[in-house]
């Protein structure tokens, strides 16, 4: 039990499980939109690849800033094992994000899959770094983080592109936000690490003002089903359900919390 809860905090699912629920949501009201046409296994396969690859890329992002971590005193598990045994962890992880996707046996998912995978390695490592760029830093993190496998569904559905991409857009803009809270949370630490984050660049109350921004734009998209899809319950059904997800992801914005 207690190597499982260490393995846990290295891949710092507490992180990213919300991704997964959010995935979930997406899925429904896609599936809801679909009707006969039952992804249930794809999605399956889809939600194990998610697990890999979102550990995958965890554990390069503590394994990479794991120096940066012992400066601003994060007790991440990273600290506790030894280097090698990260290294094999993230070998395995990345292996087995990599070879998941062949079950589609479709040479495009096979492609994109390709290139989420090095994304997710340049967001954390040189010579791209994507993480330390304001802009990247944000937008990469958000896509890589369910939007870029979403669009699996893309080729596994392909008479349902436009609904597809709406929600893979409507999963971007949600993970802009919530990468802007992040910022937030983390300003005073990425200043003491000389991070070039987004929020650095531009100030926190900048940032706050931004976030403002996406938050409207995720309160926007609430609408949009019902002009994109003609059957009014299933649109409703469908922002009810993403309603429901962003009523916690609100909740931790700086107008309902104080951040030091």
């Not at 940066?68 to 993230?90: N, P, Q, S």
């Not at 937008?139 to 008479?159: C, N, S």
């Not at 919530?178 to 650095?200: E, F």
Request: proline share 3%; aromatic share 20%.
């Amino acid at each position: 039990m207690k190597h499982l809860m260490i393995l846990v905090r290295l891949i710092r699912l507490n992180e990213w499980i919300d991704k997964i629920w959010l995935f979930f949501i997406a899925f429904i009201f896609l599936q809801t939109i679909l009707g006969s046409k039952y992804l249930y296994k794809e999605f399956l396969v889809m939600i194990i690849f998610l697990f890999f690859s979102f550990s995958f890329t965890f554990l390069i992002n503590s394994y990479k800033e794991r120096d940066i971590d012992k400066v601003v005193g994060k007790d991440r598990a990273m600290l506790k094992v030894t280097e090698k045994f990260v290294i094999l962890l993230i070998i395995i992880f990345g292996l087995i994000s990599f070879f998941i996707p062949f079950y589609f046996n479709n040479m495009y998912i096979t492609a994109l899959n390709i290139f989420i995978l090095l994304l997710a390695y340049f967001y954390s490592t040189k010579p791209l770094y994507l993480k330390s760029c304001p802009i990247s830093g944000v937008v990469v993190a958000g896509m890589i983080q369910g939007p870029l496998a979403y669009m699996f569904f893309l080729f596994i559905a392909p008479d349902y592109i436009t609904q597809i991409l709406f929600i893979t857009l409507w999963i971007l803009v949600i993970n802009i936000y919530m990468q802007l809270i992040h910022q937030i949370i983390d300003y005073k630490n990425d200043i003491i690490t000389n991070m070039n984050t987004l929020a650095v660049k531009i100030n926190k109350h900048n940032t706050i003002i931004l976030s403002y921004f996406f938050m409207a734009l995720m309160i926007f998209f609430l609408v949009l089903p019902f002009y994109l899809i003609n059957n009014f319950y299933i649109a409703a059904f469908g922002s009810l359900l993403f309603l429901l997800y962003y009523l916690p992801s609100f909740a931790c914005h700086p107008s309902f919390k104080v951040f030091e």
